[in-house]
């Protein structure tokens, strides 16, 4: 399996914490692993985005300094490996790691640092946040995205992540001009707590790839363009259910893409968050919409052609998928 949307600091376990806190003499503010669990996820009833966003609050204080955003990294690895993830692309934020002092460039070595301590294939993604006062933080993530920039086992792209809503696309627009005048490869957070317009721009800017991208329903010419064109989607339904980005998920459009061509990824978002993994988003979209064996291995394929690695390793991995992975 193949997990290209996954946050580091959404990607915290209990069991991840716990490591983290005993490496930083970082006490945890949790009584037992049921609180801990409490404070790190969300619960089934999840009531609304602001419950979401605030578990990101723990996760982010064991996350800012360079010992612990290394083994951050190596953990979620290895859990991913252990969870039987072949080929894994994490995403953060460089600014969003500097409360002690750290630099962007620090941060990002750092999880460099980390990546080089576990086999399992992965590359990172470095993400710009929303906001209305951090365009130079963000101009800076984009500079050091193409000072670090690989083919492969690397950085390899760069995101936008936040509060969409609040934030439109359509004003980052300085960056991504950049980012593409330096040929970074990036994806953008759209159509998630926004409508189709934001992935409209999110492609005008010439975004690879749509983060969630689920609202583009709401435009039916914006859907078949983006089937035409082959713009991957990087889809994390139980994510998406909890955040509430679409109402009523019996009425999640995940089938029409499906049918309608689009090149669907299946994917966690934050998985330690979401009490999910991999595996459980799959058994989701079986149970829920009847995605069949078949259907599946095509959504692994997709996500295996929309992969931000090295061609050669994109064959790879379609041969390992076509071999059951
Ligand atoms: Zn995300």
Do not use: W
């Not at 996820?41 to 204080?61: I, W």
């Not at 983006?226 to 998406?240: Q, T």
Request: glycine content about 6%; overall charge negative; some cysteine.
């Amino acid at each position: 399996m193949i997990d290209l949307h996954c946050h580091l600091d959404g990607a915290i376990t209990p069991d991840i914490a716990k490591k983290l806190g005993a490496l930083q003499n970082i006490e945890l503010p949790a009584k037992d692993d049921d609180e801990l669990l409490k404070k790190l996820s969300v619960p089934e009833d999840c009531e609304s985005l602001n419950d979401f966003l605030q578990c990101f609050g723990l996760p982010l204080r064991l996350l800012q300094t360079k010992e612990g955003i290394a083994e951050a990294v190596r953990l979620v690895q290895e859990n991913a490996k252990s969870e039987g993830i072949i080929y894994l692309e994490i995403r953060f934020a460089p600014q969003l790691h500097q409360i002690n002092g750290l630099t962007q460039k620090e941060v990002i070595e750092a999880a460099l640092e980390g990546l080089k301590q576990s086999d399992l294939h992965t590359n990172l993604i470095l993400c710009l946040m929303r906001s209305d006062h951090n365009q130079d933080e963000n101009l800076e993530t984009v500079e050091l995205a193409k000072k670090y920039l690989v083919k492969d086992e690397g950085v390899v792209a760069v995101d936008l992540a936040g509060a969409e809503a609040l934030f439109k696309t359509a004003d980052f627009k300085k960056e991504f001009e950049l980012a593409r005048s330096y040929g970074i490869p990036f994806t953008i957070h759209a159509g998630e707590a926004d409508g189709a317009e934001s992935v409209k721009t999110a492609i005008e800017f010439g975004a690879k790839r749509i983060g969630h991208g689920v609202r583009i329903y709401e435009d039916p010419e914006l859907v078949e363009y983006i089937a035409k064109n082959e713009i991957p989607l990087e889809v994390c339904p139980n994510s998406n259910r909890q955040t509430k980005a679409v109402s009523d998920m019996t009425k999640y459009p995940l089938k029409d893409f499906i049918s309608k061509g689009i090149k669907v990824t299946i994917n966690t978002d934050d998985p330690a968050i979401c009490r999910t993994n991999l595996k459980k988003e799959f058994s989701y979209i079986e149970k829920m919409y009847g995605i069949t064996s078949d259907q599946k291995k095509q959504l692994l394929l997709n996500a295996a052609k929309a992969a931000f690695c090295s061609d050669e390793y994109k064959i790879e991995l379609i041969s390992k998928i076509n071999l059951g992975d």
